[in-house]
């Protein structure tokens, strides 16, 4: 399977349409986006009309959580209906074919806004092998840090999102997907075992 991977999208609805350009290039099979979809009201119904036509789902991000979490009328009255139900569909994390799909790191609540403020980086302290020793997936894909990060149980990979990497079939991987607003997306092939940076 090719999963398309989003990060970190903030309303940058020109950025999502290259990415979303890009990765049919890469003939993907499900688009994926995790969280922070929008940052606040601007944009939001082009943002989600982009993604619906993709047919991307999605686990949501703390922007996204007066959307997801509770929502409060106050809110859902500044938004149109398709994108209330677009972001009533995320979920605070996926799995399939031995990936996890979550915003920011998996051991943190995603229902909480304080854990995304307040929480751990993947490099600070335990925090990753918390995450290795919590969840068991092959991969674990996270948005959040707007930036390149990649690790296994044993630490870091020296990796800078410049260039394909190769997954070894018999390893463990945690990855920081780059963010869309800053002109990046993902590409995870897991017939390949590749998972290939997409720059625009």
Known sequence: MKIGILADIHGDVENLKLAIERLKRENV?????????IYDRRN???TVAALTDCGAIGVWG????GLCVDPQEEVL???????????????????????????????????????FYLG????????????????FHRIMLVGHFHRWYAATPE???????KQPI???????????????????AALLDDEQNVLKPILF
């Open 120 to 135: 751990k980086r993947p490099d600070e302290g335990d925090a990753l092998d918390d995450c290795f020793s919590q969840f």
């Open 44 to 46: 939001a119904s082009e």
């Open 29 to 37: 099979d499900v688009f994926v986006a995790l969280g922070d979809i």
């Open 155 to 161: 630490g870091r990979i020296s990796w800078d999102g």
């Open 166 to 184: 190769k997954l070894e079939s018999d390893k463990r991987y945690f990855f920081v997907i780059n963010a869309v607003m800053n002109g990046n």
């Open 77 to 115: 009255r500044h938004f149109d209906d398709h994108v209330i139900d677009f972001f009533d569909k995320l979920t605070s994390h996926l799995e399939f074919d031995g990936v996890l799909f979550t915003h920011t790191l998996p051991i943190q609540d995603a229902s909480d806004p304080m854990s």
């Open 62 to 65: 703390n922007h996204d959580l």
